[in-house]
């Protein structure tokens, strides 16, 4: 049978790696890649983990690129410690590995906010790849590419994504940077027309062309961070240009 490698980023998260770590036990391989973390982290990670690996976080892209180094399966799942993979999803997993039709799967993540999962805000993201030929690109949003087609799975992952509002948005601060960084080295500028209608357009595609409105209430506060969050990246990307970080 292929073997599997699972690697997971962590940095404080003595809340929710335990939960991850337990969730991908059926694996072969489980690497953690760790920031330094000063909570409990390190502890509970060790209890499970085939290798604990320390090294100061740069971007998202080398922290994986990093793990990805250290594997050793023909096969390898991301995971973050937030995130938890059923037993119908890992049965699904072990299949599509042992088939080998594809190069690599992506996994669907229903958003969950306000105590509920929001299944119309949800993303199928490339998380199941072939170890061979396999890297991510990218400083935040991350990109994973493999190698051959790309097929999907259907079962999803439970993704605990949101704390709370407090933490929503400053991940959203935390990503801005981020994504303003990758705009101006693209020599990408913010106008007044760019500041209007990209947050605009987020907030109508999330609520309106996902189907974020049947979420309620939450789909509604879910869909108005993400505009914020796109508005934010543009006053940094000036803020950047104006040497004024």
């Known amino acids: 049978m292929a073997r599997l490698s699972v690697i997971i980023p962590t940095f404080n998260e003595e809340a929710y790696i335990e939960a991850a770590l337990r969730s991908v036990r059926f694996a072969d391989e489980i690497i953690v890649v760790d920031s330094f973390s000063t909570d409990k982290t390190k502890e509970i990670a060790r209890r499970y983990a085939t290798q604990f690996l320390e090294r100061e976080f740069d971007n998202f892209s080398g922290h994986k690129n990093f793990g990805l180094q250290h594997a ?37 993540f229903p958003h969950f906010y306000m105590n509920r999962f929001l299944y119309h805000h949800s993303n199928d993201v490339l998380r199941l790849v072939k170890r061979s030929g396999a890297h991510y690109t990218g400083l935040v949003h991350e990109k994973l590419h493999c190698e051959g087609s790309i097929g999907k799975l259907k079962h999803p992952v439970l993704h605990f994504t949101y ?38 357009y987020r907030f109508f595609s999330s609520y309106i062309l996902r189907g974020g409105f049947r979420d309620g ?23 950047l240009n104006r040497g004024m970080r």
Do not use: C
């Open 72 to 108: 050793t399966g023909e096969w390898v799942l991301f995971l973050d410690a937030d995130e938890r993979i059923t037993y119908p999803l890992q049965v699904e997993i072990l299949n599509a590995i042992e088939s080998g039709r594809h190069g690599g799967y992506k996994l669907n």
């Open 163 to 200: 704390k709370g509002l407090e933490h929503y948005i400053n991940k959203k601060e935390k990503y801005a940077w981020f994504q303003a960084e990758q705009l101006q080295e693209k020599g990408k500028k913010a106008s007044l027309l760019v500041m209007f209608f990209k947050p605009g």
């Open 217 to 239: 209430i939450p789909g509604l506060v879910v869909a108005a961070t993400n505009a914020y969050g796109v508005f934010s990246r543009y006053v940094k990307l000036i803020l």
